[in-house]
Structure formats: structure tokens, C-alpha cells
């Protein structure tokens, strides 16, 4: 084998780790500006875990460099534990406490806009929901769907974007999809039937039409930005609930691995790929983290906003127990996809 074939292979593999390091340092660096804005003492600031590289002290914080490039933190005074110091996190107001806790998914979310008005930016034209002709030997438009059609839901989902197109057609559970078009200003529904294509053991519907694009202007462009991100929000909503109500079960969950195997294939397919990826995976990272989930910063988030509408604390045993609780069981769901992601690779 050589040289060039194994890099081939390899780049891809690194562009991807790099790629999730740099999510991670975005969500923590929002919680670093955060607490700095607040007065909060930050005791170390790190990038990647495991043994150091180097480190150096600024101030207060001693900013470090580690070995592994999976994870990195933010901690800060009187987080966890009481503290006197004046600058400690559990000295600061409730407001103050939310806005840090807070402040990792937010950037999280702003990358993931960031990227999507950078790719909308990039195109020549700004996906419409508008049909505009199909492939050849199209099956939806013998079933029905015609050129000029604008798509407005599939299978009870509404539909503003090409991307929600995306979504409907991946979640049908069949080749027969209930569509609710807009032609010559009238509503028409239609039972639109399309081929099956596998993958990885499962039956996928093949989007076999292509959709009109609309001439780029500044407004356009943070109007479909808005729209789009609106649609990944929604995208991740509804895996959440496809997976509790049992339309995916947690073979079909990826973990690090599995999220690593995806990244670097789309990086060999293209950067448009890799960054339209990298957009969803932000946004679904930063909503996650928000979720009320014992050990996220979701359930920190609504501790605090317990003890301002309540006015007491929850008893620091009783906050231990439930967030140790929370990171075995997260731990527990981890080892089980990863575990999931390894066999699927072999």
C-alpha cells in the first residue's frame, strides 16, 4: 500500500477529530467568555484531555494544551464545590449562574448558523421547495408529482425548505408518501410513490426529482439561513422523538466513532458535505446540552432556574446523587453506542 492511498485514508480520519475538538472549544470557550464577563474566576481553561503538553498562567487561569484532542473544559471557581472566594461561580447571582451555563450551547448554535449562512453564501443559487424536473424513469412523477409543483408537507410535515424535503423523505416509513403540494394556486394532495434504496440494511427512499434555485440576494440569504437552521432544529427534535416513540432504536444512534466514520466520509466527498455536517452535528451538540438531563449543563440550567423561582437550593447531596446518577446512565448509553459504532465499522 502506499503512501498516498494510507494518507487518503488517514486525513479524512484527523480532519474529522479536529473538526469535533473544535466544536468542544467553541461550547467551552462560550462558557469561558461567559464567566469572564461575569467576574467568575476561571481556574483553568484546557484544550483536549489527558496528560499536558504545555500550559501557562494568565492571571488567574492557567490555560493548558493536552494531549488528547477529545474534549477539553472550563473550570471554575466554586463550581461544584462551595467557595469564599468572591469570585467564585456559586457567589454570583442566579441570572449570571444561568447565562455561563448557558453560554457553551448558545455558541454552539451560533456556529451552527454561522456555518449554514457561509455554505447558503457559497452556492450559485438558494434551494426553493419548487420541483423543477425529475430524474429519468422517475417514479414520483408517475405517481402524481409534477414539475412546478411547490411542496408544501410531507406525510403531515410541513415543509419550508429543501432540507425539510430531506427530512420527510428519510422518515417515511415506506415508498408510499403523502405529499400536499401547492399547483396553479390550489392545494392538491397527492400519494406520491418513490423507489428504495438500501443501505446498511435499511430500505431509504431515493429523491429522485431536482428543485428550482432562486437568484442570491443579501436578504434571501439570512432569510434561507434563518429557515434552515430553524429545519436542523427541527431535525433534531424529531430524532429525539422518532427514537422515544420506537421508529429508531439505539442501533441507529451513533456515538464519537460512529460521528468520526460520518465526518470523515463526507470530507472525501466534499467540504459542502463536511461542513453541512458539521453545522447539524453543532446545533444537535448545543440543543442536547440544554435538554433538562441530570450531568448536562440543560440540568444545571434548570436547578438555577428553580432556585430564583423558589428562592432555595436544591441540598448540595441530593444535586450530587442525581447529576452521578445522570453521568452513569449517560456513561452507560456511551459505552453502548460506541460499543454499536465498533461492530458496525467491522
Same mark, same amino acid.
Given at each position: 500500500?502506499?503512501?498516498?492511498?494510507?494518507?487518503?485514508?488517514?486525513?479524512?480520519?484527523?480532519?474529522?477529530?479536529?473538526?469535533?475538538?473544535?466544536?468542544?472549544?467553541?461550547?467551552?470557550?462560550?462558557?469561558?467568555?461567559?464567566?469572564?464577563?461575569?467576574?467568575?474566576?476561571?481556574?483553568?481553561?484546557?484544550?483536549?484531555?489527558?496528560?499536558?503538553?504545555?500550559?501557562?498562567?494568565?492571571?488567574?487561569?492557567?490555560?493548558?494544551?493536552?494531549?488528547?484532542?477529545?474534549?477539553?473544559?472550563?473550570?471554575?471557581?466554586?463550581?461544584?464545590?462551595?467557595?469564599?472566594?468572591?469570585?467564585?461561580?456559586?457567589?454570583?447571582?442566579?441570572?449570571? @449562574?444561568?447565562?455561563?451555563?448557558?453560554?457553551?450551547?448558545?455558541?454552539?448554535?451560533?456556529?451552527?448558523?454561522?456555518?449554514?449562512?457561509?455554505?447558503?453564501?457559497?452556492?450559485?443559487?438558494?434551494?426553493?421547495?419548487?420541483?423543477?424536473?425529475?430524474?429519468?424513469?422517475?417514479?414520483?412523477?408517475?405517481?402524481?408529482?409534477?414539475?412546478?409543483?411547490?411542496?408544501?408537507?410531507?406525510?403531515?410535515?410541513?415543509?419550508?425548505?429543501?432540507?425539510?424535503?430531506?427530512?420527510?423523505?428519510?422518515?417515511?416509513?415506506?415508498?408510499?408518501?403523502?405529499?400536499?403540494?401547492? @399547483?396553479?394556486?390550489?392545494?392538491?394532495?397527492?400519494?406520491?410513490?418513490?423507489?428504495?434504496?438500501?443501505?446498511?440494511?435499511?430500505?431509504?427512499?431515493?429523491?429522485?426529482?431536482?428543485?428550482?434555485?432562486?437568484?442570491?440576494?443579501?436578504?434571501?440569504?439570512?432569510?434561507?439561513?434563518?429557515?434552515?437552521?430553524?429545519?436542523?432544529?427541527?431535525?433534531?427534535?424529531?430524532?429525539?422523538?422518532?427514537?422515544?416513540?420506537?421508529?429508531?432504536?439505539?442501533?441507529?444512534?451513533?456515538?464519537?466513532?460512529?460521528?468520526?466514520?460520518?465526518?470523515?466520509?463526507?470530507?472525501?466527498?466534499?467540504?459542502?458535505?463536511?461542513?453541512?455536517?458539521?453545522?447539524?452535528?453543532?446545533?444537535?451538540?448545543?440543543?442536547?446540552?440544554?435538554?433538562?438531563?441530570?450531568?448536562?449543563?440543560?440540568?444545571?440550567?434548570?436547578?438555577?432556574?428553580?432556585?430564583?423561582?423558589?428562592? @432555595?437550593?436544591?441540598?448540595?447531596?441530593?444535586?450530587?446523587?442525581?447529576?452521578?446518577?445522570?453521568?452513569?446512565?449517560?456513561?452507560?448509553?456511551?459505552?453502548?453506542?460506541?460499543?454499536?459504532?465498533?461492530?458496525?465499522?467491522?
Amino acid at each position: 500500500m502506499s503512501i498516498s492511498s494510507v494518507w487518503g485514508s488517514v486525513y479524512p480520519i484527523i480532519i474529522a477529530i479536529l473538526f469535533f475538538e473544535f466544536i468542544i472549544l467553541i461550547h467551552e470557550g462560550g462558557h469561558f467568555v461567559a464567566a469572564k464577563l461575569m467576574k467568575i474566576k476561571v481556574n483553568e481553561f484546557s484544550i483536549g484531555m489527558g496528560p499536558k503538553v504545555f500550559s501557562f498562567k494568565k492571571g488567574d487561569t492557567k490555560y493548558s494544551l493536552r494531549w488528547l484532542p477529545l474534549g477539553g473544559y472550563c473550570a471554575m471557581e466554586g463550581e461544584d464545590e462551595d467557595s469564599e472566594d468572591s469570585g467564585s461561580f456559586s457567589k454570583k447571582s442566579v441570572p449570571a @449562574r444561568m447565562f455561563v451555563v448557558a453560554a457553551g450551547a448558545i455558541m454552539n448554535l451560533i456556529l451552527g448558523f454561522v456555518i449554514i449562512a457561509c455554505l447558503i453564501s457559497s452556492q450559485d443559487l438558494i434551494g426553493t421547495t419548487t420541483v423543477a424536473k425529475f430524474a429519468d424513469s422517475a417514479s414520483s412523477s408517475e405517481s402524481g408529482l409534477q414539475a412546478g409543483d411547490t411542496i408544501k408537507s410531507i406525510d403531515g410535515m410541513r415543509v419550508y425548505t429543501a432540507t425539510d424535503i430531506q427530512t420527510g423523505l428519510s422518515r417515511s416509513p415506506d415508498e408510499t408518501v403523502q405529499m400536499v403540494v401547492e @399547483r396553479d394556486g390550489e392545494q392538491v394532495n397527492l400519494d406520491v410513490i418513490f423507489a428504495m434504496t438500501e443501505y446498511e440494511g435499511k430500505q431509504y427512499i431515493n429523491m429522485d426529482f431536482f428543485l428550482f434555485g432562486e437568484e442570491k440576494t443579501v436578504s434571501g440569504v439570512l432569510k434561507n439561513s434563518c429557515q434552515v437552521f430553524v429545519s436542523f432544529t427541527r431535525m433534531v427534535f424529531l430524532s429525539v422523538h422518532d427514537l422515544i416513540f420506537g421508529r429508531f432504536g439505539l442501533s441507529d444512534i451513533s456515538g464519537p466513532i460512529g460521528a468520526v466514520s460520518v465526518v470523515s466520509t463526507a470530507v472525501k466527498v466534499s467540504y459542502y458535505s463536511m461542513f453541512r455536517i458539521m453545522a447539524l452535528l453543532t446545533i444537535n451538540i448545543g440543543l442536547f446540552n440544554l435538554f433538562p438531563i441530570p450531568a448536562l449543563d440543560g440540568w444545571r440550567f434548570f436547578m438555577l432556574l428553580g432556585e430564583g423561582v423558589f428562592r @432555595r437550593k436544591l441540598p448540595a447531596k441530593w444535586e450530587y446523587a442525581i447529576n452521578a446518577t445522570g453521568l452513569v446512565l449517560l456513561l452507560g448509553l456511551m459505552v453502548v453506542v460506541t460499543f454499536s459504532d465498533i461492530t458496525k465499522l467491522f
